[in-house]
């Protein structure tokens, strides 16, 4: 496994494998750490630092994608009561989601903690969701690389301007790609709404207050 990209659900993995797949690189791996949310029997979630530091100390070159805290926790509720129903059957609203021991905010801010520090002892390089919202041809270049990829500049403009969120959507929704990865499902849509700062129009000042204190409380800042 010589080239691997990590990301928490909802952080921007379909967007850049996309692209990624239209640039021909289709043996990259892609992978959520464990974290992928897709089990109704809920295996318990693991922060280990040292396995992890064991289990990817022979891997080439990762990626690491974050995306805001906030824009995440939101983004995950949309797919575990849409896209995942038929797993969870979740019931509860999105600020009882936020509280969640199992879905909610702590355990994402504990994984973006978890990811920030293993970034500083693999070979790692890390790229945000907002960046790609705001030059995606920009953060491929950085892909191409850090992954040895051999990318031109003007490719990456290319793809960029075939990776927009419209674009997208109009792929996943008329199932022109064969891939499950950017296909509706359980009647639900891979690519939703990607705005970045979406989440003031789906939190509550309360939810967003708890959000932010438990950053607060757990030592973690918006942006790397």
């Not at 496994?1 to 993995?13: A, D, E, N, T």
């Not at 640039?23 to 992928?36: L, Y």
């Not at 849409?82 to 994984?111: A, H, K, M, Q």
């Amino acid at each position: 496994m010589s080239k691997l990209v990590i990301s928490f659900p909802k952080s921007g993995r379909t967007w850049l494998r996309y692209g990624l797949h239209l640039a021909g690189c289709d043996s990259i791996s892609f992978e959520h750490d464990g974290f992928e949310y897709n089990d109704g029997a809920k295996p318990p979630l693991n922060f280990d630092l040292a396995k992890r530091r064991g289990q990817y100390a022979g891997v080439d070159r990762i990626i690491y994608i974050e995306r805001g805290t906030h824009d995440t926790i939101v983004s995950l509720f949309h797919q575990i009561t849409g896209r995942f129903n038929d797993f969870f059957g979740y019931p509860c609203t999105i600020s009882e989601f936020l509280r969640d021991p199992y879905f909610g905010v702590e355990n994402l801010i504990r994984f973006q903690l978890m990811w920030r520090e293993l970034a500083s002892d693999l070979p790692v390089l890390t790229i945000r969701y907002e960046e790609m919202s705001e030059n995606y041809a920009e953060v491929l270049q950085k892909v191409s690389v850090h992954f040895k990829l051999g990318l031109s500049g003007e490719i990456s403009k290319q793809i960029a301007r075939k990776t927009t969120f419209e674009a997208m959507k109009k792929v996943e929704l008329e199932r022109s790609f064969g891939q499950p990865w950017l296909q509706p499902r359980m009647g639900a849509p891979k690519v939703r709404i990607g705005r970045v700062g979406g989440y003031h129009e789906a939190l509550s000042t309360v939810d967003i207050a708890f959000i932010d204190t438990t950053m607060q409380r757990l030592g973690i800042k918006q942006a790397i």
